[in-house]
Structure formats: structure tokens, C-alpha cells
């Protein structure tokens, strides 16, 4: 949802509170009313509100929509820009400024309906303000392109790419090793890529020169991160209802799962080349970044969003996982990359999704009561207990079980104790040493391996069941 959607929303909420029914982007054959309303006829609006965010626009235009809708007896449009300029005059039409930050549309609102409330308090104010901002000097923007005959398909997609993958590359090159490269050919020679530069939305963050091949790295500004969210939200719009075609095939906790991903953010996905360390089973204490924070926004507990977020992380299902962001990039909610270290060194396919835009609050709880807590627990214990195994770079020793990670994930001691009893009486670790009761060591670590990636594979089928 884009922030005029939000915005739309909130005039509804208004519009309701004083008792108005309301649709929203109602539709006539020259063109589309934000919101109608039903303030004496429920059959039929007799209320309109146009949102304007320009500095100046053409009233008739605007009356020529209307028109369309005889029933229409209040009109409104709400002018974000406070320095509005109307060519022509329609007596008709009233317009009013933003109701988030003045009250007189409230108050007219208020007379219609003969209402002696109080004044209606709009919830996430601040935000709200942002955004229509936002969102006024994004359609400025796309004016301006379509001024410039510049294709605005192009523009949304190359400031949704960046929004979503932090930075872009362009250009090309070969590596000794023979293997090419190639960064977004189409649009390194585009007008829209240079519109964007010129205009101060793009900068250019490290180029690279090769005998090979060169590249150009963009990253957004501020401004342009402000104005790329907007886009973002125009993209996501025109393509969710793809995504249900996407849950409809792959299960919707597998989704869900995915959409996690194995990075610190949420909704990021590297798909690590087979040569590369991080290929195989890793475990970092950190888990998911801003963990506090993601648990108090979603109202998921932290152990348990890190618990979650172990199963995307694991490579026995990279491909699968890989393959779902494969398709989220065909339907256009999502975008990748090649992935490199800072030393450039290739890591492999970086996938991003908007995920905030994607999974609200609600579906996010929804998704996560349907999974077993028992099945999550054993799934992060085998998952630990195979991380411990490791790649030989792995600073921690490769025949020892660190036992303060397990506990630092809040797993259930019992099913913990259990597990750990068993591979116990089998042989294949010890008890915790003396010196140090964190640690067991790996008496076979081959025959560990085995155990716990068949007990993964069988849990994965149960968790995304």
C-alpha cells in the first residue's frame, strides 16, 4: 500500500467517524474519485473528495469526473500543496487544505453532518505527514517525466531495484577466472537512469575500471530514498494480487519462511555460490539484526523470530527458497543482484522483496501461530548441532558443540536434553567436559552430519506442511 492509499484511508476513518459511509478510488468513464461518500443517500454517493498534490492543476478536469456522478451534491478536494493555484473558477468545488494539518474540512464535515463531536484525531500523524510529502514530490516526479517523454515504467523499476537492494551495479566485467558479469546492460546507457542522476535522486557510490570490463555503482540520496518508497508502493500495488499465486503454489508457511530470509534484514536472500564458506551451515549469535525492534513491531518474540529465521538460513533448502524469490522478481515484487564482499570477492545472487510492504502485522502473526513451537525447537537444535560441524574456517573448533549457543536461542531444555541424551547413548558426543560445561565434543562428526540433516529435511516438510 502507497502513502496516498494510507492517506485515502485515514480521510475514510475521518469520514466515518461523523458517520459517513465511503468508498474508496470510485470509477467513472473520465477518470477515478479518491473517496465518495453517502452522507444522505445510501444508494448513491452525494459526497466527492479529490486529492491534489500538485502546486497547480485544471478544475475542469476535475468537474468533468464529477459530472459523471449526477448524485454528487458535496465536492471536495483536498490540496496538499498549500500554495495551490486553480485555473478557472468553479464555484462548485470547494477546496480545503490538508486536514492533517488544519481543521476547517473537519469542520465542514462537521456542519454537513450536524455533529457535535469532537475533533477527529488522525493515528500516526507524524508518519501520515511524511508520506503525503513523500508522495507529492514522487508524482511531481512522474510529471515531469512524462514532460520529458522519459518512460515512468523505467524510472519506478530503477528506484524500486535500489530501494530494495540497498545499491545497484552497472556495467560489466570478466573475472581472471573467466567468469563475466553483467550489471542492468539496459539501462546503463538510459535517459531515465541520467534524469535520475541529474535530478539528485541517484548518486554514484564507487565505479570500478577493468582491462575486462567497468562498472558504475548508484545508490539513492536522501531525497531519492524518500521519493523510491512511493515508487515502491506504486509497484507493489499494481502486482500483489501475483502473490497469491505464489502462496497458492509454493504453501504458505514455506512463504512465509522465505520471505524471512538468511540476511540480518528481513526479506533478504543470498543465494551463496556453492564455493563460497557461507554455502554450507553458519550461525551467528547476532541472528537478525534490530532484533528488539522487529520483535516489538511485529509482536513476535525475538528468540522466536531467531529461531524462524535459522530455517531460511539453512542451505540444505537454498535452492527451493532461491526459487521462490526467482519468482518473486518475475512477477515484479522483487529485485536481485550479484552479490560481492567489499574485497570482491563473488558471494552469489543477493534477492530482495519489500517485505514491510508485502507482510503486514497481522498476517505475520497469523502465518507464525500456525507453526508448531516443539517442530521449531528441534528444527533449530539439529540446525546447531550441524553448524557445529562446520566449514574448517569456522573459527569455532570443528568437533565441539557450543552448548551456550543452543541456550542463548531459549530452546525447550526438555526436548534439548532429550536430543542430546540420545546422540549420547549412540556414541557420537560426549558429555559437557569439565573444564568447561558449554562445550561436548563431536566423537563422529560424519555420522552427526548425516543424523541431523535427514532429521532437518523430515522437519522442514512437517514445519511448511
Do not use: W
Not at 328 to 350: D, E, P, Q, R, T
Request: aromatic share 12%; glycine share 6%.
Amino acid at each position: 500500500m502507497d502513502e496516498l492509499d494510507n492517506f485515502r484511508k485515514s480521510l475514510g476513518s475521518m469520514l466515518e467517524y461523523y458517520g459517513i459511509e465511503f468508498d474508496l478510488n470510485y470509477k467513472t468513464q473520465k477518470g477515478t474519485i479518491d473517496l465518495v461518500g453517502y452522507v444522505n443517500n445510501r444508494n448513491q454517493p452525494d459526497l466527492s473528495i479529490l486529492i491534489e498534490g500538485a502546486d497547480k492543476f485544471d478544475a475542469q478536469k476535475y468537474l468533468n469526473i464529477l459530472n459523471e456522478v449526477p448524485s454528487l451534491r458535496y465536492k471536495y478536494i483536498i490540496a496538499l500543496n498549500d500554495k495551490i493555484k486553480v485555473e478557472g473558477d468553479f464555484p462548485e468545488i470547494k477546496i480545503f487544505q490538508n486536514p492533517l494539518e488544519d481543521y476547517t474540512f473537519q469542520n465542514e464535515i462537521a456542519n454537513i453532518t450536524k455533529s457535535n463531536k469532537a475533533k477527529f484525531e488522525f493515528s500516526n500523524l507524524k508518519s501520515l505527514r511524511l508520506n503525503i510529502d513523500n508522495a507529492t514530490k514522487y508524482e511531481e516526479l512522474i510529471e515531469e517525466i512524462r514532460d520529458q517523454g522519459l518512460d515512468e515504467n523505467k524510472v519506478d523499476k530503477i528506484l524500486f531495484d535500489i530501494h530494495n537492494l540497498g545499491k545497484i551495479f552497472v556495467g560489466h566485467y570478466q573475472t581472471e577466472d573467466g567468469n563475466s558479469y553483467n550489471f542492468n546492460r539496459a539501462i546503463e546507457s538510459s535517459p531515465e537512469l541520467k534524469f535520475l542522476m541529474v535530478t539528485g535522486l541517484l548518486d554514484v557510490k564507487t565505479t570500478g575500471s577493468y582491462s575486462q570490463g567497468k562498472y558504475v555503482e548508484y545508490a539513492l540520496t536522501e531525497e531519492g530514498e524518500e521519493i523510491a518508497g512511493s515508487a515502491t508502493g506504486k509497484i507493489v500495488n499494481k502486482n500483489y494480487k501475483n502473490l497469491d499465486k505464489i502462496f497458492a503454489e509454493y504453501g504458505e508457511k514455506k512463504v512465509f519462511f522465505s520471505f524471512l530470509g538468511n540476511e540480518f534484514d528481513l526479506g533478504k536472500f543470498v543465494h551463496y555460490d556453492k564455493k563460497h564458506e557461507f554455502h554450507g551451515f553458519f550461525y551467528s549469535s547476532s541472528g537478525l539484526g534490530n532484533l528488539e525492534e522487529l520483535s516489538e513491531e511485529y509482536g513476535i518474540q525475538g528468540e522466536r523470530l531467531n529461531k524462524m529465521h535459522l530455517v531460511p538460513s539453512c542451505p540444505l533448502f537454498a535452492d527451493e527458497f532461491a526459487e521462490i524469490f526467482d519468482e518473486m522478481v518475475n512477477i515484479n515484487l522483487g529485485s536481485k543482484k550479484h552479490y560481492f564482499s567489499a574485497s570482491s570477492n563473488y558471494y552469489g545472487i543477493l534477492y530482495s522483496i519489500p517485505f514491510d510492504f508485502l507482510i503486514s502485522k497481522e498476517r505475520m502473526q497469523e502465518i507464525s501461530k500456525k507453526i508448531d513451537d516443539k517442530t521449531l525447537d528441534e528444527f533449530a537444535i539439529y540446525y546447531m548441532l550441524r553448524a557445529s560441524i562446520g566449514h574448517e574456517s569456522d573459527e569455532r573448533k570443528i568437533n565441539k558443540i557450543n552448548l551456550k549457543e543452543l541456550n542463548d536461542l531459549s530452546l525447550n531444555e526438555e526436548i534439548v536434553n532429550s536430543i542430546l541424551e540420545e546422540l549420547k547413548a549412540d556414541k557420537i558426543i560426549s558429555k559437557p567436559i569439565k573444564n568447561d560445561h558449554n562445550l561436548i565434543i563431536i566423537y563422529q562428526p560424519e555420522q552427526l552430519k548425516a543424523m541431523t540433516e535427514e532429521k532437518l529435511i523430515d522437519l522442514m516438510d512437517i514445519l511448511t506442511k
